[in-house]
């Protein structure tokens, strides 16, 4: 699972990447008003297709709920009772799950790290990380494959976007956590954002060793009260 991330920052390495590819990113946004830390039901930035069946020609960066709700829902947020921030890539594949609905409302989120704890006992490590470049160098930036609807929840002004980065099985470079977020580069990110594209229960497939880079870092410690 994942269940907190740093977003990247469209004035670092998010906006070069594509630059580099020469794909427009548009923003619908202040990006300001986003935290820069995610967690499950907060806002972060979502990446959605201009033209969903051709996502290389141009990418939209919206504010969605980390947190997919039912699309068109209209009762209060804390109405809908499940943690619905992951989403099983293997739950794609089967027609009675909701995720099955929503397989080709493709988009990303693009992360700059995520983190996961590891051990049972307090202290637990807390491990970032994030995409792994030649020589196991850490990449500034890279996306988790996602989903998204659109709802009107009675306690939000208008339509939202909510969303849900994609989880899949163990990975080799993971060993302490049996889910893991999965992610790539943008390239590779896009082709797999168009719905003529893999499907998405192909990402249960873990990535080859090497895919992540790990680094220990610590929680950042609350500001003493004055």
């Known amino acids: 699972m994942c269940n ?11 906006q070069d990447e594509f630059d580099r590819l020469r794909v427009p990113l548009l923003w619908d946004l202040v990006e300001d008003e986003i935290p820069s830390m995610a967690f499950p039901m907060r806002h972060t930035v ?16 919206v504010s969605a709920r980390w947190g997919m ?15 619905t921030n992951n989403a099983r890539a293997e739950n794609f594949d ?3 799950s909701m995720w099955s609905k929503v397989a080709n409302r493709r988009g990303l989120i693009a992360v700059d790290r995520f983190f996961e704890y590891e051990g049972k006992a307090s202290p637990k490590t ?3 990380i994030s995409l792994a470049g030649a020589d196991n160098a850490r990449l500034p930036v890279a996306f988790f494959p996602a989903v998204w609807t659109t709802a009107r929840p009675a306690d939000l002004v ?26 790539g580069a943008l390239r590779a990110a896009l082709q797999g954002c168009a719905p003529a594209g893999q499907g998405l229960g192909a990402l249960t497939t873990p990535p080859p060793a090497g895919t992540y880079h790990l ?4 929680r950042p410690q ?5």
């Open 4 to 14: 907190e991330f740093a977003r990247a920052r469209r004035d670092r390495a998010l």
């Open 46 to 61: 979502l990446l959605v297709p201009v033209d969903p069946d051709q996502p290389e020609a141009g990418m939209r960066a």
């Open 69 to 83: 709700l039912p699309a068109g829902w209209a009762k209060p947020t804390a109405d809908f009772k499940y943690q």
């Open 94 to 96: 089967d027609p009675k």
């Open 126 to 128: 807390r491990w970032a």
């Open 158 to 183: 208008g339509e939202v976007h909510t969303c849900a980065n994609i989880t899949g099985g163990p990975v080799p470079d993971i060993a302490f956590h049996d889910r893991v977020a999965r992610m």
């Open 215 to 218: 680094a220990q870092e610590a």
């Open 222 to 226: 609350r500001a003493a009260a004055t």
